[in-house]
């Protein structure tokens, strides 16, 4: 079962969070079968929208990351809810390329350097907040801290890792977020970049058999920490057939007697891959539903 903990230091001045997101990238790569290294870049993404999903104070509130750089992957996408519940999908789930520099899976060639990581937080209100920086690495961590940094004023540290198995299974993943709170000094960011210098890969601690609340704690050791809540989140699709029904009448009159036109029409979600079925007597069920509005 995953982890994700929230922690604050005693002094108030900065707040970290860490998550074991195994299963939830097990699942995911599970679902779509992706390549090794669109499973590390979706991983690391949905590790992101989960840390920063457990942020979101309301209920029903959701944030959706985007990131798009021109690589062989397309679009990667990522939701959360509040629980830091999530579900994802790469548009390109396939990029076979050649390790990187270091021996590792190239993530950054795989999203691409030219575009812009966007982050859409549904708060309930009238309009989303929408932020959009441009990509910093491809890699994902940092394009993660360069929005906070430019869309949010907030000082961050962010580290995700996704260690995949040669039979494409998932050995760990995870991350941590760390960001200081307006009562920070210059001295809590000094503490704060004396104790990540040295920092081993979240992939490392969490094959060391680390907890995140563990990680917290080793990531931060000069501040004392305080657990502020924890839960268990994991790969979620909302989907249903009434989404999909919604989903279909957005297209149009036009589109929908087009679709009426066949025997079926069969339509996938785009997280979890489930089908759903339509005969062309639902199709004009759901047409006379769209004019009746």
Same mark, same amino acid.
Request: proline content about 4%.
């Given at each position: 079962?995953?982890?994700?903990?929230?922690?604050?230091?005693?002094?108030?001045?900065?707040? %970290?969070?860490? @998550?074991?997101?195994?299963?939830?990238?097990?699942?995911?790569?599970?679902?779509?079968?992706?390549?090794?290294?669109?499973?590390?870049?979706?991983?690391?993404?949905?590790?992101?929208? =989960?840390?920063?999903?457990?942020?979101?104070?309301?209920?029903?509130?959701?944030?959706?990351?985007?990131?798009?750089?021109?690589?062989?992957?397309?679009?990667?996408?990522?939701?959360?809810?509040?629980?830091?519940?999530?579900?994802?999908?790469?548009?390109?789930?396939?990029?076979?390329?050649?390790?990187? =520099?270091?021996?590792?899976?190239?993530?950054?060639?795989?999203?691409?350097?030219?575009?812009?990581?966007?982050?859409?937080?549904?708060?309930?209100?009238?309009?989303?907040?929408?932020?959009?920086?441009? +990509?910093? =690495?491809?890699? %994902? @961590?940092?394009?993660?801290?360069?929005?906070?940094? +430019?869309?949010?004023?907030?000082?961050?540290?962010?580290?995700?890792?996704?260690?995949?198995?040669?039979? !494409?299974?998932?050995?760990?993943?995870?991350?941590?977020?760390?960001? !200081?709170?307006?009562?920070?000094?210059?001295?809590?960011?000094?503490?704060?970049?004396?104790?990540?210098?040295?920092?081993?890969?979240?992939?490392?601690? !969490?094959?060391?058999?680390?907890?995140?609340?563990?990680?917290?704690?080793?990531?931060?050791?000069?501040?004392?920490?305080?657990?502020?809540?924890?839960?268990?989140?994991?790969?979620?699709?909302?989907?249903?057939?009434?989404?999909?029904?919604?989903?279909? %009448?957005?297209?149009?009159?036009?589109?929908?007697?087009?679709?009426?036109?066949?025997?079926?029409?069969?339509?996938?979600?785009?997280?979890?891959?489930? @089908?759903?079925?339509?005969?062309?007597?639902?199709?004009?069920?759901?047409?006379?539903?769209?004019?009746?509005?």
């Amino acid at each position: 079962m995953d982890k994700l903990v929230r922690c604050i230091s005693s002094d108030g001045t900065l707040v %970290i969070m860490a @998550a074991d997101t195994t299963q939830m990238v097990e699942t995911a790569q599970e679902i779509h079968k992706p390549s090794a290294v669109v499973t590390a870049a979706l991983g690391r993404l949905l590790t992101a929208a =989960s840390l920063m999903g457990s942020m979101l104070k309301g209920k029903d509130d959701s944030i959706t990351l985007r990131i798009n750089g021109g690589g062989e992957a397309g679009t990667v996408l990522a939701v959360s809810d509040s629980d830091g519940n999530t579900r994802g999908y790469a548009a390109n789930p396939i990029v076979e390329i050649p390790l990187n =520099s270091k021996g590792k899976l190239d993530v950054a060639t795989a999203v691409g350097k030219d575009g812009s990581l966007t982050v859409i937080k549904d708060l309930g209100l009238k309009e989303p907040y929408v932020g959009q920086v441009p +990509i910093v =690495s491809g890699e %994902i @961590a940092e394009d993660i801290t360069s929005y906070y940094a +430019i869309s949010e004023q907030i000082p961050s540290v962010c580290a995700l890792g996704v260690l995949v198995n040669p039979d !494409l299974s998932v050995k760990n993943a995870g991350g941590f977020i760390i960001q !200081l709170l307006p009562t920070a000094s210059d001295d809590t960011i000094d503490k704060v970049e004396e104790d990540i210098k040295d920092i081993p890969p979240v992939t490392a601690m !969490l094959s060391d058999g680390l907890t995140p609340e563990e990680i917290c704690k080793k990531v931060l050791p000069n501040f004392e920490l305080e657990v502020l809540d924890e839960s268990s989140p994991e790969y979620k699709c909302n989907c249903s057939r009434e989404r999909v029904v919604r989903a279909l %009448i957005s297209t149009g009159v036009d589109e929908l007697n087009e679709l009426a036109k066949d025997e079926n029409t069969e339509v996938k979600c785009q997280f979890c891959t489930k @089908a759903y079925n339509f005969s062309s007597a639902d199709i004009k069920e759901i047409i006379k539903k769209a004019t009746e509005k």
